[in-house]
């Protein structure tokens, strides 16, 4: 079974805080993806990569950047965290061009005091 | 621009009662249409795709759902509903990026509650 594994199930960080996210994947999927989960809301794609280095801006990225330096790590970067950035935050990843389905992570919930 | 309506927030069905969940999605080409479950404190989980082919697409844990291209929806339905299938429900429509890539749209979700 693939398995995305998110670092941290729930993270508290400060106002201004450099924050990141991480997560891994072990099936060699050549997409990965980060998202924003929101009530009222769904799921809502921030930023995508589908190969080392390379990445593409998703529905939401003001305030955010990724890196993926390689195949099976792909993190997602608050650069000064503020107050509207506490949410559930999903990671997924996919083969291939992005045709077949996702397999997400557990969520990592971050609050920003 | 593509779009997934899932016009119900939240519905209460009796345990091994029927179930259908609403999906409109707004969408040029063919889609790729996915549902996708999420249970309490987890990620989500695939319950079934539509790229091609049947229309009537089976899925895990006992669920169908039916394209109709003239009705532009893609529904959920299960005959008898469990009490563990309490949980939020995604549709999700794939979409092609600047790359040519493709990536998800999802609505906004439907929170099922089962009463027993």
């Known amino acids: 079974d693939v398995k995305v594994t998110q670092s941290s199930r729930y993270l508290v960080k400060r106002t201004g805080e450099k924050v990141f996210l991480e997560c891994v994947q072990d099936m060699d999927h050549e997409n990965m993806f980060w998202y924003r989960q929101d009530p009222g809301l769904g799921l809502r794609l921030i930023y995508f990569s589908y190969d080392v280095k390379m990445k593409e801006k998703g529905d939401i990225p003001e305030g955010y950047s990724v890196s993926r330096e390689k195949k099976e790590r792909f993190s997602l970067i608050l650069e000064s965290a503020s107050t509207n950035q506490t949410s559930m935050y999903l990671c997924a990843s996919s083969p291939g061009t992005g045709d077949q389905p996702q397999h997400f992570g557990d969520g990592t919930r971050l609050s920003i005091l | ?116």
């Open chain 2, 1 to 116: 621009a593509q779009s997934v309506t899932q016009p119900d927030i939240h519905i209460t069905v009796s345990e091994g009662a029927s179930l259908e969940l609403r999906c409109n999605y707004s969408y040029g080409a063919t889609p790729y249409l996915f549902w996708y479950v999420q249970s309490p404190g987890q990620g989500l989980q695939l319950l079934l795709k539509y790229f091609s082919g049947d229309t009537l697409v089976q899925g895990i844990k006992g669920f169908e759902a039916e394209f109709k291209r003239s009705q532009s929806s893609f529904n959920l339905r299960k005959p008898s509903v469990h009490w563990s299938d309490a949980a939020e429900y995604f549709c999700a429509v794939g979409r092609i990026m600047d790359t040519g890539r493709r990536a998800l749209t999802f609505g906004s979700g439907t929170r099922l509650q089962v009463q027993p």
